[in-house]
């Protein structure tokens, strides 16, 4: 599909291949960055950029690639791989098998619901330490959701180690913003305050209609919390 005048972005739904091709400079990139994070977000598990076909003008506009992968880094089950030159493109894995995720309401009940799934990951990837702290992370990420996007949003959680990753993709374009700790005396305010407590990262990617705000928790963390 075209992203730009001069560069086009490749896609197919039965493979985890993108290509670019033609000529690509720093004024592309965003158009190109929206399409790959969307495509991230879409096709768990690695995705591979082939840039075998595509004339990168300007080193920002390659710098801006990698500004792209590290993006996602702390997305769950996602990456993002770019191959060039003459060398055979490798076949992406599949779909990881440790990973889970559900679509949900903007309504209230959806973080017994999100609470739930997180318990269900945990306990089954043996991290049962991370339950209570990723559903409170979890549940101010769907609060959010649905006190301000008010759209329908996707749950979507996997390990990695003795870390577990979560996010929360939704469509709406504001973006989370977390000022310190709120005032003793402010009323609200402080959903964004408890996930930087529990969580040793998070934050939020833009997406062409939407956003992706995920957070990473870890086990060693919780245990020398509790010791």
Do not use: Q
């Amino acid at each position: 599909m075209p992203t730009d005048a001069r560069c086009l972005v490749e896609t197919d739904d039965s493979s985890a291949t993108v290509r670019l091709t033609g000529v690509l400079d720093r004024a592309g990139v965003e158009a190109v960055a929206g399409t790959l994070l969307g495509r991230c977000w879409a096709r768990p598990g690695p995705v591979l950029v082939d840039l075998s076909g595509v004339r990168i003008t300007d080193p920002r506009a390659r710098e801006a690639l990698d500004e792209i992968r590290g993006a996602i880094a702390d997305w769950p089950a996602a990456d993002l791989l770019f191959v060039s030159g003459d060398r055979p493109v490798p076949r992406p894995a599949g779909v990881p098998p440790e990973l889970l995720d559900v679509e949900l309401p903007p309504v209230v009940e959806a973080a017994r619901e999100a609470r739930a799934l997180v318990t269900e990951g945990c306990t089954r990837w043996g991290l049962p330490e991370l339950a209570e702290p990723a559903c409170i992370a979890v549940t101010e990420m769907v609060n959010n959701v649905v006190a301000h996007a008010a759209t329908p949003m996707t749950l979507r959680l996997a390990p990695r180690g003795s870390a577990l990753h979560l996010a929360v993709r939704d469509h709406a374009a504001g973006r989370p913003t977390y000022a310190g700790p709120a005032p003793v005396d402010s009323v609200g305010g402080r959903g964004l305050l408890l996930i930087d407590v529990v969580a040793r990262r998070w934050g939020s990617t833009p997406l062409p209609d939407g956003k992706v705000v995920w957070c990473v928790l870890h086990a060693e963390d919780e245990t020398a919390f509790r010791n």
